[in-house]
């Protein structure tokens, strides 16, 4: 079955660095558009960063440009959230989602907290 597992998420002070991993398996991996995602309390599911599939091409909202990076390994099927300067507001449950048409799947998250 579709399974998309994050890892990597946990406490980290101002300034400081997470990898989140997002390790895919049930699907054609390299076909499928991935994306990351996160969701603060009280607050929307937000698009934070997507990967083409052939990780030819990327996309970021604006509050994390130049701070995060996405990649992706297709022969590992995973995909990967580098996460330089954090800041308080990017405090949130970090998601892997793939998609493909009318395909759509989503990890369980991971909690990302930045705070001193």
């Known amino acids: 079955q579709v399974q998309l597992v994050e890892s990597g998420g946990g406490l980290v002070q101002p300034g400081g660095s997470l990898r989140l991993s997002c390790l895919a398996s049930?699907?054609?991996?390299?076909?499928?558009?991935m994306s990351w995602y996160r969701q603060a309390p009280g607050k929307e599911r937000e698009l934070v960063a997507r990967v083409s599939n052939d990780g030819g091409g990327t996309y970021y909202i604006d509050s994390v440009k130049g701070r995060f990076t996405i990649s992706r390994d297709n022969a590992k099927n995973t995909v990967y959230l580098q996460m330089n300067s954090l800041k308080s507001e990017d405090t949130a449950v970090y998601y892997c989602n793939a998609n493909r048409v009318l395909n759509d799947y989503w990890g369980q998250g991971t909690q990302v907290t930045v705070s001193s």
């Open positions: 049930g699907f054609t991996f390299s076909t499928y558009l």
